[in-house]
């Protein structure tokens, strides 16, 4: 069974960091991409970074130079540092195997002006 586990949203004032985790079991992590997205209220969900097997990684722009993916494949996590926080990226974080139609539960971000 896939499992993916986000932990580490909460509530944050402007400007502030939050670390996202993001917990993989019931498949080969380590062998495939990964991603986080988001979805703010009343809006689509939008992929924020993506991370691939070699490391290589993506970013949309509104979070280009703020935010940084990373995986830990002997933990089976993948991390999203987010720094700089604004009011504007308040939304629900999850975490998806990028190449299945997996998502967690996602987390939610508050960031307070």
């Known amino acids: 069974q896939v499992l993916l586990v986000e932990s580490g949203g909460g509530l944050v004032q402007s400007g502030g960091s939050l670390r996202l985790s993001c917990t993989a079991s019931g498949f080969n992590f380590g062998v495939w991409a990964m991603g986080w997205y988001r979805q703010a209220p009343g809006k689509q969900r939008d992929l924020v970074a993506t991370i691939g097997v070699g490391g290589n990684t993506d970013y949309s722009q509104s979070v280009k130079g703020r935010f940084t993916i990373s995986r830990d494949n002997a933990e089976n996590t993948v991390y999203l540092q987010m720094n700089s926080l604004k009011p504007e990226d308040t939304a629900v974080y999850y975490c998806?195997?990028?190449?299945?139609?997996?998502w967690g539960k996602g987390t939610l971000v508050t960031v307070s002006s």
């Open positions: 998806k195997w990028l190449s299945k139609n997996y």
